[in-house]
């Protein structure tokens, strides 16, 4: 076991400025600062340790990834360790895209360590009912199922509070949520911007699912024979529309490109130098389920079989989203004195702030409304955050060549999440309460450049649906981290 080498005092620093008595093997204990939700008996692991494995600037900046390890015991850290090189750091963050914009992004390795080794299991009949469970006593209390219908892996009844009470002392600032069950089979499911693997995923399939999560990119590949009948599609490398003029990647066809180009092939004959993942047309076939009535960009891209490299249509949404958190690109919003990230959650159609916390230094937002869920923070007639959440509210089922698939994503919706909305301190503090307001909303169409001043809920460019607020607050709605940043004593 190699715990001892992930402490030192730069490490513990760049996680979130945690200073904490280390044990003499130099791990640290987390049982004195558990969220209350838990008792004391859940007390899930033996210790914890956090590493920085890609570090380019302040989490807020960055992309900050924290990947955290399930089922993994003493005698195993260094299998898991191996395996987070494998998916991540040598993995998705060495290879094409995610290893050419490696700079916007962190990453943060989280070893806990679990009392027994191995996630518990779940079996289920045909009609959906468990007929076998085996309990494991883990860090986070995962299942792996091992089936398809039912997204391979899930969480236990404490899962998420035993995730969100290590993170939120452990990295506290990050983004992506990636947890990996020691599990030797192939299973993996996400969306809200946390995804769940066992060891026998591979890293495209990863970077196949961070294109939905981070650019809402659609599925490309078509697994049943049907016909699309459907609106638009919002996803951006997807369409119903052959004309050149409106197509949403005309801007990239050749003018000597046929519209339609073909289906599963070039319609023959194939110009030379056609490449199958870079050369841009309009191909049948997308969105999962149909060959017929649906186009997609290219033969093959990633968003269609994981091992490809993204198409230019779809690289060119992750180069939007990835920009602004580059290393080159000009740090902070606000002020660059501080800011408050704030937890919000969605249940029952009802928005309540669960957390909020306050950190040094700039944080970045990538300024852009996508389609799907966005929100909105207003003091009074100005705006003072903005953010896209692509994939929130979205559980998916993940498949990959060679073992299972792809087959087609199995998505349940959950009722209730949370996502994350960064402000600058210097808005928060004082601020008349009764002039705050934070909206969520469903944006059905596409705005990539600039936003009017108007409130997003009233923008009429993006056909918006509003699906919660959070208005005419006091600080007794006000969870007492954030009352004390709004009216400081
Ligand atoms: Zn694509």
Do not use: N, Q
């Given at each position: 076991m190699s715990l001892r080498a992930f402490t030192t005092a730069k490490e513990l620093d760049v996680a979130g400025g945690i200073r904490r008595p280390m044990r003499s093997d130099g791990t640290s204990s987390l049982r004195s600062w558990l969220r209350s939700d838990l008792s004391a008996s859940e007390v899930p692991w033996l210790a914890a340790s956090v590493t920085t494995l890609i570090w380019n600037g302040p989490p807020g900046s960055r992309i900050t990834v924290a990947v955290v390890g399930d089922g993994f015991g003493p005698q195993e850290q260094d299998a898991y360790n191996t395996a987070v090189d494998r998916l991540l750091t040598d993995g998705l963050f060495a290879q094409d895209f995610f290893g050419e914009h490696r700079s916007a992004f962190n990453l943060v390795r989280v070893n806990l360590v679990s009392l027994e080794s191995g996630v518990g299991t779940k079996t289920y009949d045909a009609d959906g009912n468990v007929i076998r469970k085996i309990d494991r006593d883990t860090a986070l209390g995962t299942y792996y199922n091992g089936d398809w219908a039912h997204l391979w892996v899930e969480d236990g009844p404490s899962t998420e509070a035993r995730l969100t009470s290590a993170l939120s002392e452990l990295v506290p600032e990050h983004r992506l949520k990636v947890v990996v069950l020691n599990r030797p089979e192939f299973g993996a499911c996400g969306g809200n911007w946390r995804t769940t693997v066992s060891l026998g995923i591979s890293w495209p399939t990863l970077a196949h699912e961070f294109g939905h999560a981070m650019g809402r990119l659609g599925d490309e590949?078509?697994?049943?024979d049907e016909t699309y009948r459907g609106i638009e599609p919002t996803e951006p490398n997807l369409t119903t529309n052959t004309d050149r003029e409106t197509l949403?990647?005309?801007?990239?066809?050749?003018?000597?490109?046929?519209?339609?180009?073909?289906?599963?092939?070039?319609?023959?004959p194939k110009p030379s130098g056609w490449h199958n993942s870079q050369s841009v047309g309009l191909f049948e076939g997308g969105h999962g389920s149909y060959r017929f009535g649906v186009y997609r960009p290219v033969l093959n891209c990633r968003m269609n079989s994981n091992d490809p490299r993204f198409c230019p249509v779809c690289a060119s949404v992750m180069e939007a989203v990835t920009a602004k958190h580059l290393a080159a690109a000009p740090l902070s919003e606000g002020d660059g004195t501080g800011y408050v990230r704030l937890v919000v959650r969605l249940e029952q159609g009802v928005l309540r702030v669960l957390e909020a916390r306050e950190f040094d230094g700039p944080f970045v937002e990538t300024g852009l409304v996508t389609q799907g869920f966005a929100h909105e923070v207003r003091i009074g007639d100005r705006r003072v955050a903005l953010g896209s959440l692509p994939d929130a509210g979205v559980s998916r089922g993940f498949s990959e060549i060679g073992t299972d698939g792809p087959r087609e994503h199995v998505v349940h919706r959950p009722d209730s999440f949370d996502f994350v909305v960064r402000v600058a301190s210097a808005e928060l503090r004082g601020a008349d309460l009764s002039q705050l307001t934070v909206d969520l909303v469903s944006v059905g169409a596409d705005r990539g450049d600039a936003l009017g001043e108007v409130p997003l809920r009233e923008d009429p460019a993006l056909d918006v649906t509003p699906i919660a607020s959070l208005a005419d607050l006091s600080l007794a709605d006000l969870p007492m981290s954030l009352r004390r940043i709004v009216a400081p004593e």
């Open positions: 590949y078509h697994k049943r949403k990647w005309g801007w990239i066809v050749g003018a000597e490109t046929p519209l339609p180009t073909g289906g599963d092939d070039y319609t023959p």
